[in-house]
């Protein structure tokens, strides 16, 4: 077959479980779950480094944090320089007409990257959060087509309605349904298939903001989960690990005691941006074949990390738990491809950083020897039904320290560089991870096996996590490693001499 159109959809802190063919008892997604039913299904995908910054480093380069250096959230760093291998570029030296839309979360913001466009949506730019309002108009292609539209007005905001960008305010949106941001993605997707060059393959990367809050959903979306079951708390015997982070009753903390009946209304809010989004996929996919390309197209769907809501008292991601750091990982071969897997779950571990291989190997095309990743076409295409890895090694600077941990999909071993905090959970037993078996005499055997393992992967990290074979707490920590820095310096100074 001609070489396949790629579609690789990243939303933005939406949790694993949360969809429908996973089992969800609230959340619907059957356009998700057609995706699904169309392609291989990984239930224990992760993001390693779970925030914007670092887990799109992952997604375009297909490194791993240890190689692409971005082990915390660090915004302002040229990201051409620091990594200059993308999936994009990689495309686009193939022949692909590529197309970015939504959100990218780089700098500096305009940077294409590979792409023979953006379309800029990056919700509430990391470099604008409190400048004034020129600011968007500036970055972001959304805030002017808003301006320009019946319903919105030459004063509209992306802000008018008030809530914060991390917080856990719910409200419906304030403008008619189609001047939503995830509304405005979808149309601005399906107008750019008729504008794209017909006479070759595409790479298309749709980056919806959402359900990252603000969780302003339409209110049909909104109204639909407001009558799930009351929240109750998933509460551990562990938490008080954290206790010195916490921050009760502020609606913006990554910790802390929220009344319950706002955490309910926030996850109306998160549920019904993923509904709205749902349906964004299915117009998208209409549109394809209306246009004759579903037939030839490779879909991907992600995203950069989860969101606690709730969980554990926490909130947000970057922290280690499921929540946060396990999200959806869908990938579905071209339908004319006869012999690929359709709707197979994989229980195998995987991460952002195996998409870039997976994409470039089910077009045929070469993957480049700075990824690190692991190319899943072999499951999707059903030669082979073995894991890629053994376990997988997360990291995420937070609350002050760097919070490591590893899965292999049936058990977590967590370690906290602050005071050498150990958790250990066994995600068959108890996926919600209630039960810490760090310090249980009957578990001692996997407590010594994981944490050697953790001193393996540790053992010549430039923060000296590792001293005389032992997990050494109290080192200063750093969001970029020192590889990472030593290019940036170099570059800046070559850029200076020219």
């Known amino acids: 077959?001609?070489?396949?159109?790629?579609?690789?959809?990243?939303?933005?802190?939406?949790?694993?479980?949360?969809?429908?063919?996973?089992?969800?008892?609230?959340?619907?997604?059957?356009?998700?779950?057609?995706?699904?039913?169309?392609?291989?299904?990984?239930?224990?995908?992760?993001?390693?480094?779970?925030?914007?910054?670092?887990?799109?480093?992952?997604?375009?380069?297909?490194?791993?944090?240890?190689?692409?250096?971005?082990?915390?959230?660090?915004?302002?760093?040229?990201?051409?320089?620091?990594?200059?291998?993308?999936?994009?570029?990689?495309?686009?030296?193939?022949?692909?007409?590529?197309?970015?839309?939504?959100?990218?979360?780089?700098?500096?913001?305009?940077?294409?990257?590979?792409?023979?466009?953006?379309?800029?949506?990056?919700?509430?730019?990391?470099?604008?959060?409190?400048?004034?309002?020129?600011?968007?108009?500036?970055?972001?292609?959304?805030?002017?087509?808003?301006?320009?539209?019946?319903?919105?007005?030459?004063?509209?905001?992306?802000?008018?309605?008030?809530?914060?960008?991390?917080?856990?305010?719910?409200?419906?949106?304030?403008?008619?349904?189609?001047?939503?941001?995830?509304?405005?993605?979808?149309?601005?997707?399906?107008?750019?298939m008729q504008r794209r060059d017909p006479v070759k393959p595409f790479f298309l990367y749709l980056s919806f903001h959402r359900p990252h809050p603000p969780y302003d959903p339409p209110s049909w979306a909104f109204d639909q989960y407001l009558g799930i079951p009351d929240y109750k708390p998933v509460e551990g015997n562990w938490e008080h690990h954290w206790n010195e982070f916490r921050q009760d009753g502020d609606y913006q903390a990554s910790h802390g005691m929220i009344p319950d009946r706002v955490v309910h209304r926030a996850r109306a809010g998160y549920y019904g941006l993923m509904a709205q989004i749902d349906l964004q996929v299915n117009r998208i996919k209409e549109a394809l074949a209306d246009y004759g390309l579903h037939e030839d197209t490779v879909f991907a769907f992600t995203s950069d990390h989860g969101e606690m809501m709730g969980d554990h008292h926490m909130f947000r991601k970057a922290v280690p738990y499921e929540g946060s750091a396990r999200v959806p990982f869908i990938i579905a071969d071209a339908a004319s491809r006869r012999g690929s897997v359709r709707g197979a779950v994989v229980d195998h571990v995987a991460e952002l950083r195996d998409i870039m291989p997976t994409l470039l190997d089910l077009a045929g095309l070469p993957i480049p020897e700075t990824v690190d990743g692991k190319s899943l076409a072999p499951i999707v295409r059903g030669t082979s039904t073995g894991p890629v890895r053994e376990y997988l090694h997360g990291e995420h600077v937070y609350w002050g320290q760097n919070l490591h941990w590893l899965t292999d999909g049936h058990h977590k071993y967590i370690w906290g560089s602050g005071r050498g905090t150990e958790e250990l959970f066994n995600l068959d037993d108890d996926p919600r991870e209630c039960n810490n078996l760090a310090g249980q005499a009957s578990h001692a055997v996997d407590m010594d096996r994981w944490r050697q393992r953790m001193v393996e992967v540790l053992r010549d990290r430039e923060e000296g996590f590792v001293v005389d074979g032992r997990l050494t707490a109290g080192r200063p920590v750093v969001t970029m490693l020192r590889h990472t820095r030593a290019t940036l310096k170099a570059n800046a100074s070559a850029a200076a001499d020219a």
């Open 1 to 192: 077959m001609p070489q396949p159109n790629v579609i690789l959809i990243c939303v933005d802190e939406w949790r694993g479980d949360c969809l429908s063919a996973a089992g969800h008892p609230s959340v619907e997604t059957p356009h998700l779950d057609d995706l699904a039913r169309n392609g291989v299904r990984f239930t224990k995908g992760y993001s390693a480094t779970p925030s914007c910054v670092p887990a799109r480093a992952a997604l375009f380069t297909g490194q791993s944090q240890e190689r692409h250096g971005r082990v915390g959230y660090q915004d302002g760093v040229p990201f051409h320089v620091a990594h200059p291998v993308t999936i994009q570029g990689e495309f686009r030296k193939a022949g692909y007409h590529t197309q970015a839309i939504g959100k990218m979360h780089v700098w500096p913001e305009r940077s294409r990257l590979g792409f023979d466009d953006v379309i800029l949506h990056d919700g509430y730019l990391h470099h604008a959060r409190q400048t004034h309002r020129q600011h968007f108009a500036m970055f972001d292609d959304y805030v002017p087509w808003l301006r320009r539209q019946p319903g919105g007005g030459p004063d509209a905001e992306y802000f008018d309605h008030g809530i914060n960008c991390n917080s856990l305010v719910a409200r419906p949106w304030d403008k008619p349904e189609h001047l939503h941001p995830s509304h405005w993605i979808g149309t601005q997707a399906i107008e750019w």
